[in-house]
């Protein structure tokens, strides 16, 4: 039997890197950037003003205090995304607006709160003088040219996952477009005579096909593009038909089929398309699983077969085809959060598997606290949708006791719970 890690690891050398594609930039949004960004300009590109206030010479303002105003004759105004045609000497100031850029001869900006203006205004009109009531120093309330990103330097580097702060980086560059590593397709086939869709009624000895959308689900949140199959019937006939219809897919993933005992019609299939192997990992819910590579035409296509019961194929996926499709987009840490919390249920292992269960986090004065959310049967997926972590119980551990410590792989991940 593999262990969890062992069967990660066979997996992952079958993938590598997809290719890049250029992407607008919000359609970027949490992919991983395929080039090394480069700024053409400046940014800010002129200096400019921090604050609203007065653009002056700081000399002028020399030995300024409310009791002994500098008084400075006001010779224009600007806003931001506009240039001043006039020039401020030592006697006269510009009412400038923030981010408006500095006019020349100005060195500096005192705040419209170290100014009386208040007190000259006149029916909203700019005064003609200004009194500054503070000295200020050369190069007060200007942000330089640059300050931010100067031209020609490096500011995003390929690898990066772009998180909304470097798709603003980029549109402050003016990028429109970027390059990032294309999103994997995986294609979902479900396989099993009892599966109806859930476009069709439900006849008697039949259940919904459950898996292709819980799968799909999965692989749109991990930032795959799903590729529905529909349901495959357990006949070599459909099963292979079906299969070959996944020929432009990075990934297939089928559902079923793959345990022991199992209706041979899935083994038989898959081995003859390709290379499989059927692995039992020493994990539950989740033990058989199937790998290989399918030759689809000239295509090569890594193959995972899950398990068929609801529970285990979502356990799994997130276990090993999570991991793969992060390692395809270019992502380095497959993690997912794991805590450390106070277990509130006794769990039994009887055969030296890893548990993966369900379990509701909840956090109480500092301490997080995991229980068990009801059945655990692999069949109930209902408790999947009741648990926002999975305790995590290690092989060799015979039985967690209440109140023991354990650690739960977080399915979702919020700070407060
Ligand atoms: P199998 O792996 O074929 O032995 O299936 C194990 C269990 O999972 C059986 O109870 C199946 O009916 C169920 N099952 C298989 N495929 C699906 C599916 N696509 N959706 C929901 N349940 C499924
Ligand atoms: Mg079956």
């Known amino acids: 039997m593999l262990s969890v890690e062992e069967a990660l690891e066979k997996i992952l050398s079958y993938f590598h890197v997809l290719d890049a594609e250029d992407e607008l930039i919000l359609d970027a949004l949490g992919r991983v950037l395929a ?3 480069h700024s053409t300009i400046d940014i800010p590109p002129l200096d400019n003003a921090a604050m609203d206030g007065y653009a002056v010479q700081a000399q002028s303002t020399e030995g300024a205090s409310p ?3 500098r008084i400075l004759r006001v010779v224009g105004e600007v806003a931001a995304g506009y240039i001043s045609r006039q020039e401020v000497g030592p006697q006269t100031a510009i009412r400038i607006m923030t981010g408006a850029p500095i006019p020349r001869g100005a060195d500096a900006v005192v705040q419209f709160e170290d100014t009386d203006e208040e007190k000259r205004k006149t029916a909203g009109k700019t005064p003609s003088e200004i009194g500054i009531l503070r000295q200020v120093k050369k190069g007060t309330n200007i942000r330089l040219a640059g300050e931010d990103i100067s031209s020609g330097s490096l500011v995003l580097q390929a690898g990066t996952v772009l998180r909304p702060q470097e798709i603003g980086v980029l549109a402050s560059l003016g990028r429109e477009v970027v390059s990032v590593i294309r999103r994997p397709v995986v294609a979902i086939l479900a396989t099993g005579d009892e599966l109806v869709d859930i476009k069709e ?3 008697p000895g039949k259940i919904y096909n459950s898996n292709s ?4 689900a999965q692989v749109l949140r991990y ?7 529909g349901i495959a019937r357990d006949s070599i006939e459909d099963l292979t038909g079906k299969i070959k219809q996944a020929r432009d897919a990075d990934l297939v993933i089928t559902s079923a089929g793959v345990s022991v005992g199992e209706y041979d019609v899935v083994k038989t299939v898959l081995s003859q398309m390709g290379e499989i192997t059927f692995w039992t990992v020493r994990m539950k819910p ?3 699983l199937a790998f290989g590579i399918l030759k689809l035409g000239k295509k090569r296509i890594p193959h995972l077969g899950l398990p068929g019961n609801p529970v285990s194929s979502m356990i799994a996926f997130e276990q090993f085809a999570r991991p793969a499709i992060l390692k395809m987009l270019g992502k380095k840490d497959y993690s997912k959060p794991v805590i450390v919390a106070k277990s509130e249920s006794r769990i039994v292992n009887t055969d030296g598997r890893r548990i993966f269960a369900r379990v509701r986090v909840t956090k109480r004065d500092g301490q997080y606290f995991a229980r068990l959310v009801g059945p655990q049967g692999s ?8 648990a926002n972590g999975l305790m995590i119980v290690p092989e ?3 039985t967690v006791e209440e109140g023991e410590e354990v650690q739960v792989q977080m399915l979702d991940w919020n700070q407060d719970l």
């Open 379 to 386: 069949g109930i997926l209902t408790s999947m949708a009741l």
């Open 223 to 229: 930032g795959g593009v799903p590729q529905i199959l």
């Open 67 to 69: 009791a002994s105003p």
């Open 286 to 288: 989740g033990k058989p």
């Open 213 to 216: 959308y819980s799968l799909a």
């Open 396 to 398: 060799e551990k015979q």
């Open 201 to 203: 009624p439900l006849t």
């Open 35 to 37: 080039e090394d960004i």
